[in-house]
């Protein structure tokens, strides 16, 4: 589970087929409809089997999966910032996106713990497995956006990473040093490219 900082979807150009990897959706011949690409990449995932595409970065995997209909974005590929889920419960607080959820921006719920039901009265459920729940999701304009991210990068002390840990078989891995500036360097160069095309930053 995690969050997506990206740029606001605009109106496709087209769309391919495709297995995903850059290359070959950038070599892809396009489709005006949906519609139309539709029915290409039915018609080929029925194939018994399939040669990997043009630019298919890998060819001896790829082939085993089914292709797959991507719109082709007017301004190019976008920047992506991925951020998992208990990562997004810092990183959303120094951009000053609320915890509260009458935030009109974005909201984010987080908790270390997730309860068994009939815990809390003493009665054992076996092992408890704790998770971070987050409900985050907003947009604002780039230049908006852009101004928490500067602040954010001034004001944040240099992030001394977490360790790992491990619980009963499961492993935790933590935070390497210096993580929270860097993805805050990622959705500044995202905020850029949103402000520069007109768009604004979504984020969920």
Request: glycine letters at 10%; proline letters at 8%.
């Amino acid at each position: 589970m995690s969050v997506t900082f990206h740029a606001a979807l605009a109106v496709p150009v087209g769309y391919v087929v495709t297995c995903g990897c850059t290359e070959a959706t950038a070599l892809a011949a396009p489709y005006d409809t949906y519609e139309a690409a539709c029915g290409a990449v039915q018609q080929l995932n029925a194939l018994p089997e399939r040669a990997p595409l043009p630019g298919c970065a890998m060819p001896e995997t790829c082939p085993d999966y089914r292709l797959n209909v991507y719109e082709l974005d007017p301004d190019g590929e976008p920047p992506v910032v991925n951020v998992s889920n208990i990562n997004a419960t810092r990183l959303l607080p120094l951009l000053g996106l609320s915890h509260q959820a009458d935030d009109t921006v974005g909201e984010l719920t987080a908790s270390g713990v997730l309860e068994a039901p009939g815990e809390q009265d003493g009665e054992s459920q076996g092992t408890v497995i704790p998770i971070c729940v987050v409900d985050a999701s907003g947009q604002l304009p780039a230049e908006q956006f852009l101004g928490r991210v500067l602040l954010a990068l001034a004001l944040t002390p240099d992030d001394t990473g977490t360790d790992g840990y491990e619980q009963g078989r499961t492993y935790y891995g933590g935070r390497p040093a210096g993580y929270l500036q860097r993805r805050l360097l990622e959705l500044h160069d995202l905020a850029l490219w949103c402000a520069a095309h007109g768009r604004d930053v979504v984020w969920g």
